[in-house]
């Protein structure tokens, strides 16, 4: 399993990024995904998760209301919109998967997700 983020940069406080990570090598729609964060100087974080149809999500508190997971199956692609940012947001996105047996089933717990992306840079200018 290959996964490949896009999609970070610079933004200023209050406006909206899109990310994008892309699953190649197996079959996307046997995955739960989920996003991870990493500030300087801090520990990764939970984001967000999605299961592998979409029909279940969960958020950290510090997004809930300002982000959004979906997936397009089709696209082998999970994204990940970010609005109204703030300078908190700052830190390196990374996407994850994991094999789900459940279509319902997804996890917020770091150490579930075998298969990484490289991750993408996001700076939240105040």
């Known amino acids: 399993v290959q996964l490949q983020a896009s999609g970070g940069g610079l933004v200023q406080a209050g406006g909206s990024l899109r990310l994008a990570c892309v699953l190649s090598?197996?079959?996307?729609?046997?995955?739960?995904m989920g996003w991870f964060r990493q500030a300087p100087g801090k520990e990764r974080e939970f984001v967000a998760a999605i299961s592998r149809v979409g029909s279940m999500t969960n958020y950290a508190d510090s997004v809930k209301g300002r982000f959004t997971i979906s997936r397009d199956n089709a696209k082998n692609t999970v994204y990940l919109q970010m609005n109204t940012m703030k300078s908190d947001d700052t830190a390196v996105y990374s996407c994850a998967a994991a094999s789900s047996g459940s279509t319902r089933g997804y996890t917020t717990i770091s150490y579930n997700y075998p298969y990484w992306g490289q991750g993408t840079l996001v700076t939240v200018s105040s």
């Open positions: 090598g197996r079959t996307f729609s046997q995955y739960a």
